[in-house]
């Protein structure tokens, strides 16, 4: 079955420090990988993804490439700031008719000033 | 406009009660999912439906029992509840094709005493 692996936290960093969070998966065909990032007190929300081999997927100063051949998609962002402090899901899933989608289980990041 | 709403965001209870949680997408999606996050942050699928049939039962107890009434809602019942079904869960919907990403709700804390 699919299933997909993340950095374990937490991770504590100095506001302005590098990011990386490493996320690898192991999946049968091509599936769709994502980043989700849930804030305190919230539901879970998209913060990028990439839908084939070699796609990169930005936002808010964060990236990941789909690497098929390390099957591998580390999130990375050069200079993080406090309110990037959330917890941060690796996903895939299946580019099928209502494909499930298989999470991590989550990594905590707090950025201190 | 909220996309997915959940009601209600904080339900205390006690042990052996039966309660209902409500949830409901406008993005006029045919996929809807249920999630339980616990306090670890680690997030599991409990229930997926298309089009309001089920297409995702991952081993839950059968004291809970989801009900989608049209595609725009899909809700929660939970009978005989136990210590252990405190956790936060979460709704989701999505086209179906599982290129696209999740659209969660806020959730809601589930305490039983």
């Known amino acids: 079955g699919n299933s997909v692996t993340q950095m374990e936290g937490p991770v504590t960093l100095s506001e302005e420090a590098f990011l990386t969070i490493n996320c690898t998966y192991t999946?049968?065909?091509?599936?769709?990988l994502f980043w989700y990032v849930q804030y305190p007190g919230e539901g879970l929300q998209l913060l990028l993804k990439a839908t084939k081999a070699d796609d990169k997927g930005s936002n808010k100063g964060f990236e990941a490439t789909y690497r098929k051949e390390t099957t591998s998609f580390h999130l990375e962002k050069g200079s993080v700031q406090v309110s990037d402090s959330a917890v941060y899901f690796c996903a895939l899933s299946a580019n099928t008719n209502a494909g499930k989608s298989t999470f991590g289980d989550g990594t905590t990041l707090t950025v201190k000033p | 406009d909220t996309a997915v709403s959940q009601t209600p965001k904080y339900l205390v209870t006690q042990m052996g009660n039966d309660k209902s949680i409500k949830c409901e997408q406008n993005?006029?999606?045919?996929?809807m999912y249920w999630y339980k996050q616990d306090s670890k942050k680690f997030l599991k699928i409990m229930f997926s439906?298309?089009?309001?049939?089920?297409?995702i039962n991952e081993t839950v107890p059968n004291r809970f029992s989801p009900k989608s009434p049209d595609k725009a809602h899909l809700n929660l019942h939970i009978n005989s509840l136990e210590l252990g079904d405190s956790a936060v869960y979460f709704c989701?919907?999505?086209?179906?094709?599982?290129?696209?990403?999740?659209?969660f709700g806020p959730g809601t804390r589930l305490t039983v005493t």
């Open positions: 999946a049968t065909g091509y599936p769709s």
């Open positions: 993005l006029g999606h045919d996929t």
């Open positions: 439906y298309n089009n309001k049939e089920l297409i």
């Open positions: 989701a919907s999505s086209q179906v094709d599982g290129r696209y990403e999740q659209y």
